[in-house]
């Protein structure tokens, strides 16, 4: 930093904060490893061994002797719903549940803390884990919560159980059609509904559910931001879906609730209605992406593919906009001077995007923006030649891909030739093409080392696995580049902002598929500890 003059060997000035005695993997290539980091205000003022760091200390320094443990860049995830998460944080919690009669017994104590008639909403059961080995039914709901509408949603989050005041507030009956590409269970002798609900026949109970008061939202996102940072999240791309979103952020920075940094990505109809939006200091909080949708998902078969989903000659998805309509969509972006962010998951929507990007990509280098494909699932050694040509960053959730293989069955969808060019990872690094990793948070865990694990353990087409080094880098310093910011976050270096995160094991020194086990120790955001880890020694 120019303000910092050195007297022979001696430091000018004093730091703020010094981290010792620990194994420091800084992300810069120029110097991989040190020991030790001394900071001053919100900035690194020096990477490197302890002795170095020793003369940075003064009396009103504070000293945290890491005893061993890894020091990393904090990390940027690059996909996640974070007001979703806190309305998620708000919901009962079944993923540990047993059975139908523990599945019970969480419900009926959320009833007793529940106003009546007020709705009841909660995640995570799977009916593979009850001792019953059978899916809960209405009755069983409306046994414990006959007042209260409930809707509990199975951990694919593509089904859910309900109880009859929830029928009741939705005004479904027994005659109410399900939607094409939905399902509504019926009792096969009497043709009562069950109360199960499958795909999208959910969104006609979910219409039925009121927002949460705007003070209830605050809170709730709060709460989202603390566990992100708790996660070692310092810095999120918010994938915003509402309007509501925007001043909530907004408000939450105000009062001093928001302890992470966040590049805001809205949708492309929002666009007209940020213009009061003001970035603040530091990039603390800004909108930098806007989000066009060109297809669908793979779990729903909407993904526009050239060839038909396998098994099913007459869907091969949809492609949401014309080639006209991405192109003036993209144009506007820039013209904006933010960031066009692509949703393409499909190999036919891939394409089309592409060609958009060939015809602006001039534009976009005259302006330092680089164009981002989300969720880019399914390519081709064409496909990513053109990537790799045109510096498209390609972002992708790790744990979205091992799901599409464990859950959604990706490989029978697919056919198992096309299912080998979904998500290859080290192809794309191979070839040098930049790959950011985020978690699509609350659909798949908050967790980045959950993430790097998925990425470098990877159980189907493991030729596609990743070295620790370059997981860690996608979720560091190829995150930061891709928002513009790699000159002040992703890695460990002298001036950059000192965002890090100590953690209990080193994620190069641990077995791939024990990485997502490391605890996170100590969160730092600007110098500032927001997180450690309770019981944790001083």
């Known amino acids: 930093m120019s303000s910092i003059k050195l007297r022979g060997k001696m430091p000018a000035l004093f730091a703020d904060l010094a981290l010792v005695n620990g194994k420091v993997r800084t992300m810069n290539p120029a110097q991989p490893t040190a020991e030790a980091i001394a900071v001053g205000k919100d900035r690194i003022l020096k990477v490197g061994t302890n002795d170095e760091i020793n003369q940075w200390i003064g009396k009103n320094t ?175 791309h918010w994938m915003v879906l509402s309007p509501v979103e925007i001043p909530i952020v907004e408000k939450l920075y105000a009062q001093g609730k928001l302890p992470i940094r966040v590049y805001l990505i809205i949708p492309v109809n929002l666009l007209d209605s940020v213009a009061h939006f003001r970035s603040t200091h530091e990039l603390s909080l800004r909108i930098g992406g806007v989000v066009i949708n060109a297809d669908g998902y793979l779990a729903a078969k909407s993904a526009a593919l050239f060839q038909p989903y396998n098994g099913e000659p007459q869907t091969s998805g949809t492609l949401l906009c014309t080639q006209e309509e991405i192109y003036s969509a993209a144009s506007r972006i820039l013209e904006a001077g933010l960031q066009p962010v692509i949703h393409a998951m499909g190999d036919r929507a891939v394409d089309a995007v592409l060609t958009t990007i060939e015809q602006l990509t001039s534009e976009a280098s005259g302006k330092g923006i680089s164009f981002r494909i989300e969720q880019a699932a399914l390519l081709d050694k064409m496909l990513i030649e053109r990537i790799k040509k045109i510096e498209v960053v390609v972002s992708v959730q790790p744990c979205v891909a091992a799901s599409e293989f464990s859950v959604w069955s990706a490989s029978e969808n697919l056919g198992p030739l096309r299912a080998r060019w979904l998500y290859p990872l080290k192809t794309l690094l191979e070839e040098g093409v930049r790959v950011v990793g985020g978690s699509d948070c609350p659909m798949e865990p908050l967790s980045p080392l959950l993430g790097i694990q998925a990425a470098v353990a990877r159980e189907f087409f493991p030729e596609e696995r990743i070295s620790v080094d370059q997981a860690l880098r996608i979720y560091t310093s190829d995150a930061a580049y891709s928002s513009g910011e790699e000159n002040i976050k992703g890695s460990l270096e002298e001036g950059k902002l000192a965002d890090m995160v100590v953690l209990s094991r080193d994620p190069l020194a641990t077995a791939p598929n024990k990485i997502g086990d490391i605890q996170v120790e100590m969160t730092f955001i600007g110098g500032r500890m927001v997180f450690k880890r309770k019981n944790l020694a001083s």
């Open 62 to 236: 504070k000293i945290i002797n890491l005893n061993g443990k890894t020091v990393v860049p904090g990390f940027i995830d690059t996909h996640i719903h974070v007001a979703d998460f806190g309305r998620f944080l708000m919901w009962l919690d079944l993923k540990h549940v047993k059975s139908i009669k523990e599945l019970q017994s969480s419900l009926k104590e959320r009833v007793q803390k529940t106003s009546s008639g007020k709705w009841i909403i909660g995640r995570g059961w799977n009916q593979d884990r009850f001792e019953e080995k059978r899916l809960p039914t209405l009755s069983d709901l409306d046994s414990v919560s006959p007042d209260n509408p409930v809707i509990l949603y199975h951990e694919s989050a593509m089904m859910c159980v309900v109880n009859s005041k929830a029928l009741e507030m939705s005004h479904i009956t027994r005659l109410t059609p399900a939607s094409m590409d939905g399902a509504i269970d019926r009792d096969q002798k009497t043709g009562e509904l069950t109360g199960i609900f499958r795909d999208s026949a959910t969104d006609l109970l979910w219409k039925a559910v009121p927002e949460p008061s705007e003070n209830e939202l605050l809170d709730a996102t709060a709460l989202a931001c603390k566990k992100i940072a708790a996660a070692g999240v310092t810095s999120v």
